[in-house]
């Protein structure tokens, strides 16, 4: 079956510590990966998508950066975390236009 | 590129009241519609999705939505909204012809509460 693992659930990291949260999905190959961040009032912001390995669009100008080591990992880091970085982090899976998969997201607190 | 808007921010009823919740969408062509639900700390449960055919779509939990073309909406209703649907909703396009440009955007959500 199809499934997408996002770990860990809950962080939180000081001002300036590096960040690495990680997203794998299962039963599928070749996946559409997305990270979203929703940030309080903001709604659900898409921050990257990566159509294959070592392939990583950047939606927007950030912090951030994202990378696809392995065709069913996604990764999602930083050198130095801000505060305006906190917020909850969702992987997706998208395997056609008609169904998304979600993962449980992670609650970032940056402090 | 496709965008979403919701135009209400906070919404409350009460218990037993009806609901419709507002979602207008910009794209070119008719894209794919969702809506999604997110209780208080938990990640996102699919409501419904519209792609083609009857514009009136019937979701889990008593939810339906109709789209309107010609206003470019989907909006979200229920008949009798109950305590338990106090949480936050997004409504969602997905557009692009997949591979290296499909997307699926969300609009800034809607927070519903719902009184006693």
């Known amino acids: 079956s199809q499934t997408i693992h996002q770990w860990p659930a809950t962080l939180v990291q000081p001002v300036g510590s590096p960040l690495s949260l990680e997203c794998t999905v299962e039963g599928t190959s070749n996946p559409n990966l997305y990270w979203y961040r929703q940030a309080a009032g903001r709604g659900l912001q898409l921050l990257f998508y990566s159509v294959g390995i070592g392939q990583i669009s950047s939606e927007v100008p950030q912090n951030l950066s994202a990378s696809r080591p392995q065709d069913r990992q996604f990764i999602l880091s930083s050198k130095k975390l801000l505060l305006s970085d906190s917020g909850f982090y969702l992987c997706?899976?998208?395997?056609?236009?008609?169904?998304?998969?979600f993962g449980q997201g992670t609650r970032l607190t940056v402090v | 590129a496709q965008s979403v808007t919701q135009p209400d921010i906070h919404i409350t009823v009460s218990e037993g009241a009806s609901l419709e919740l507002r979602c207008n969408y910009s794209y070119g062509a008719t894209p794919y519609l969702f809506w999604y639900v997110q209780s208080p700390g938990q990640g996102l449960q699919l409501l419904l999705k519209?792609?083609?055919?009857?514009?009136l779509v019937q979701g889990i939990k008593g939810f339906e939505a109709e789209f309107k073309r010609s206003q470019s909406s989907f909006n979200l209703r229920k008949p009798s909204v109950h305590w338990s649907d106090a949480a936050e909703y997004f409504c969602a396009v997905g557009a692009g012809s997949g591979g290296s440009n499909y997307k699926l955007t969300f609009g800034k959500g809607t927070l519903l509460t719902v009184n006693p």
């Open positions: 997706a899976w998208i395997s056609d236009p008609s169904e998304a998969f």
């Open positions: 519209y792609f083609s055919g009857d514009t």
